[in-house]
């Protein structure tokens, strides 16, 4: 025991100065105290009074090497922190660590990329135990305390689709995760698009459940339906399809960016869930419309796939005043002539009444379009005598009349006649207009409109035109989707309530390769026989111009 410690007969100077406290208690090693040091500590303590001054000498000393040390900090030499332990690759023999801890059935990659906590889009992460989005993996990032807090360990960046383990920080290279990276960002070959109209395709998601790629739910998450019907219908126009699914939008607008990702998981034939979620789109939507379009209140169909179409134009680089200076223009617009014949009034003084006479010239311009409207005629108040007649119909040849060059309405004080030109686009989109408001309430029109979903013949509507088309031959068009709208009371359980109607929409797809029709309303898909499609109360019509074979060829399908 003498020998530890200095006796106080030996000089002061033959001892080394202290160092500080710091570095005492950093280069302390417990395991050179002997025990009996540590046993008899109580004696240790007991000291002769020379030695309590020498520790009152050495407090003094080390509060003053403590106050040079603050100096020094205030003076801007900061203490050194400890780096956090960080990994390059992982441990030899431990590739898959953590990897069973993922759950694939919370994963649900259609919400917008935003951190759970900042809300920032910036290098966002998904927690693939949880299904959570953080931002960032460094060692001060949500993502790193989430690692540390829940112990949830393995990240994908929904960038670059890598995957890392924190808080360690290395990659996972590893196969079992290429079917998440899938669904988190569909990539389609060349080949595969070209199958997905000619071969039949049965998926099944985790659960076991059967689905067929691009004919699945979409989440209505309040009041989106009329987005949703418009975008399964769009998703069905196969050029358009095939461009989205094939190009890189990488550097495109975000509209363009979230359309093609949606497209992309709507055909995704290795998905999670029968189902997707427009959310992402929605609130891009919802930014560039500055909110007219939302997912909280219903607007309607017709407005938003103007407004839709419109902004994919010139978000593909489309111009306002070029024809066909985008694939959406190319697939959609047609020509228009339209004549016009101004009426005015004169009062006859003969017989002292008003004379309306036509203008001896007729006014001739073209205009473009992406959609046409067909007008309803007026549903009649009054049963017939039969007591028939409840709900009227009317032949979808009928109100395509007033294209044909002949039939004259009368708009703003003119007499207007309209007419197709050559040459007609691969698709027409029809607008049944039903809704007419005025002042007082909004009406609809319940008149049904009958239509074969084949075999659609527009040559009588189009203006003669050798050098497109040879006169007298018909030109087949044929059903692509068919959005219906249905009108549902709000107080359902009071069965002589005449309360508000409220509108529900739903969408009637063909599916090319089993030639079979689809209805979808939100998450509800079901099958439904092509000779029952006109009941409904059709809204918007796609047609799809049938291709004709090369001369010698033989016939077209019918």
């Excluded at 309590?52 to 106050?67: R, S, W």
Aim: aromatic share 8%.
């Amino acid at each position: 025991m003498s020998n530890l410690k200095r006796p106080a007969e030996e000089a002061f100077d033959a001892v080394d100065s202290p160092a500080s406290k710091k570095s005492r208690i950093d280069n302390y090693d417990k395991s050179l105290t002997p025990a009996s040091a540590i046993e008899n500590g109580a004696e240790t303590r007991e000291g002769s009074n020379e030695e309590k001054a020498e520790q009152t000498n050495g407090e003094n000393n080390n509060n003053k090497v403590k106050d040079e040390e603050d100096d020094d900090l205030e003076a801007g030499e900061e203490v050194e922190e400890k780096a956090p332990i960080r990994q390059a690759a992982p441990t030899e023999g431990y590739d898959d660590l953590y990897l069973d801890t993922i759950d694939r059935n919370v994963l649900d990659f259609d919400f917008e990329k935003l951190c759970s906590i900042s809300l920032s889009n910036i290098n966002v992460y998904a927690c693939l135990v949880c299904g959570k989005y953080f931002q960032g993996r460094g060692p001060k990032s949500h993502a790193y305390f989430h690692a540390l807090d829940e112990g949830h360990h393995v990240y994908i960046n929904m960038s670059t689709q890598k995957v890392y383990v924190l808080p360690e920080g290395y990659e996972v290279k590893s196969k079992s995760l290429d079917d998440i990276k899938y669904v988190s960002d569909p990539r389609y070959t060349r080949q595969e698009v070209l199958d997905l109209d000619r071969k039949p395709h049965v998926s099944r998601t985790l659960a076991g459940k059967e689905y067929t790629p691009g004919f699945v739910g979409m989440n209505n998450i309040k009041e989106n339906d009329y987005l949703n019907v418009i975008v399964q219908a769009l998703s069905h126009v196969s050029p358009l399809r095939n461009f989205f699914l094939l190009e890189d939008f990488s550097n495109a607008p975000e509209l363009v960016k979230r359309t093609s990702i949606l497209f992309r998981k709507i055909w995704n034939p290795r998905a999670f869930k029968s189902h997707v979620s427009p959310h992402e789109l929605l609130q891009e939507i919802s930014l560039r419309s500055n909110k007219k379009f939302t997912l909280t209140q219903q607007s309607d169909p017709v407005e938003f796939l103007s407004w839709f179409l419109n902004h994919l134009h010139l978000g593909l680089g489309g111009s306002k005043t070029k024809p066909h200076s985008s694939v959406i223009q190319h697939i959609f617009q047609g020509k228009l002539k339209v004549e016009s014949q101004a009426i005015t009034a004169r009062a006859d003084q003969v017989h002292d009444r008003l004379r309306f006479e036509e203008a001896a010239d007729v006014q001739s311009a073209v205009s473009r379009f992406l959609l046409l409207t067909l007008d309803l005629p007026p549903a009649p108040l009054f049963q017939d005598e039969q007591e028939r007649n409840i709900i009227p119909q009317v032949p979808l040849t009928t109100i395509l009349a007033k294209y044909n060059g002949v039939t004259a309405q009368e708009l703003n004080a003119q007499r207007k006649r309209y007419r197709l030109q050559h040459p007609l686009p691969p698709f027409l989109v029809f607008h049944i207009k039903r809704f007419s408001k005025n002042k007082f309430v909004s009406e609809r029109n319940p008149t049904i409109v009958t239509f074969d979903a084949r075999n659609l013949d527009v040559s009588p509507y189009v203006e003669p035109d050798p050098n497109s088309y040879q006169h007298g031959e018909p030109i087949w068009y044929d059903l692509v989707a068919n959005v219906v709208h249905e009108a549902v009371r709000n107080k359902e359980d009071v069965a002589d309530s005449v309360g508000e109607e409220r509108k529900t929409w739903k969408v009637q797809l063909r599916d090319k390769a089993t030639d079979e029709w689809v209805v979808a309303q939100d998450l509800f898909v079901d099958k439904v026989r092509s000779e029952l499609l006109y009941l409904s109360e059709s809204y918007l019509q796609i047609w799809e111009r049938r291709r004709e074979p090369p001369p010698g060829k033989g016939k077209g399908k019918a």
